[in-house]
């Protein structure tokens, strides 16, 4: 099987988890580590493009599981992320990290942040070794181990 099927197979497998767990996915701590993950990974290569924010605020908007959430309340907080990581990348990743490690309280929410991550990542069909990085951070930053993902 080709790296792009393989990808896409597992990002599929990953939103069918995810929607099979929405109803479990519904406190504040959850939607905001999902929408600072969502801007780690748009920002994983240091920089966050207009294409790029359209694209990852398109699949906030159509995800699923993420409808248990006011769809304007989602774009601000995503916006409000990318701002801090793109003001100061470095500085900005540590506050994302702190806020998405905020969701480890519930395992259930904590693997969803990262399936959340993997899905935005892979969406274009090329879940890039920055992305892969990022989302290895945010693993610990929730204390699950990376390879429990293959990451």
Known sequence: MALWDRLKESASTMQSQL???????????FRDASMAMCALVAAADGSIDDAERRRVASLISTNEVLQNFP?????????????KLQADFEFGKVSVLQTIGKANKKDTEARAVVQIGIVIGGADGDFD??????????????????EEFDL
């Open 71 to 83: 769809a304007d309340d989602l774009q601000r907080r995503f916006e409000d992320y990318c701002g």
């Open 129 to 146: 070794q920055s992305e892969r990085s990022v989302v290895r951070e945010a693993c610990h930053a929730l204390g699950i181990p990376p």
């Open 19 to 29: 929607n099979a767990k929405k109803n479990d996915l519904k406190s504040g701590a």
